[in-house]
């Protein structure tokens, strides 16, 4: 792992700054949603975030072969927000004392990490592209569209299970 002290002070400096990083982020999501299943209660989210489990396992496969292009290693750079956001995650489900509003939390920290993905790829996407590498942009544009699916999906379940957690303390009376 390396620290944020490399001297950048080129776009492709940065470019592969951010791709060791956002590296680091997808390790991190491997990590987290196996206990995320565990957490779920309803059916089509656990099932919802197997199948993200498998896509994030590709999305780490494609930035190795991206960095391996670029650097010949695959070094991360520790990406600290998802740290955050992981812990943050955890904090709210930790204190649901509902199925329901369990499982809406988890989406709702899970949606985080998706729009941070989003964000940070949009990003990637368009140095790739400015740095005339447009085979990596074209890998990094399948990875956004499967986080764009599963930031998605995540909203009409969570539509669904919205009207259960709002009854939560009602159904427990
Ligand atoms: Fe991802
Ligand atoms: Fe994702």
């Given at each position: 792992?390396?620290?944020?002290?490399?001297?950048?002070?080129?776009?492709?400096?940065?470019?592969?700054?951010q791709l060791?990083?956002?590296?680091?982020?997808?390790?991190q999501i491997t990590d987290a949603l196996p206990k995320m299943i565990d957490k779920a209660t309803d059916t089509?989210?656990?099932?919802?975030?197997?199948?993200?489990?498998?896509e994030t396992e590709q999305h780490v496969t494609r930035l190795e072969q991206i960095?391996?292009?670029?650097?010949?290693?695959?070094?991360t750079v520790r990406?600290?927000?998802?740290?955050?956001?992981?812990?943050?995650?955890?904090?709210?489900?930790?204190?649901?004392?509902?199925?329901?509003?369990r499982d809406v939390a988890l989406i709702a920290g899970a949606q985080r990490v998706e729009?941070?993905?989003?964000?940070?790829?949009?990003?990637?996407?368009?140095?790739a592209r400015i740095l005339g590498e447009t085979a990596q942009a074209q890998t990094l544009d399948q990875?956004?569209?499967?986080?764009g699916h599963a930031d998605h999906l995540l909203t009409e379940i969570?539509?669904?299970?919205?009207?259960y957690a709002e009854k939560g303390a009602e159904r427990a009376a």
């Open positions: 792992m390396k620290f944020f002290s490399a001297n950048i002070d080129s776009l492709r400096k940065l470019y592969i700054n060791q990083m956002m590296l680091s982020a997808e390790q089509q989210l656990k099932q919802a975030f197997h199948s993200h489990l498998q960095l391996r292009q670029t650097t010949g290693d695959t070094d990406c600290k927000v998802l740290s955050a956001l992981v812990t943050e995650a955890e904090d709210m489900i930790k204190d649901a004392k509902d199925d329901s509003v729009h941070y993905e989003i964000a940070s790829y949009g990003a990637l996407r368009q140095f990875t956004i569209k499967e986080e969570s539509d669904r299970i919205n009207p």
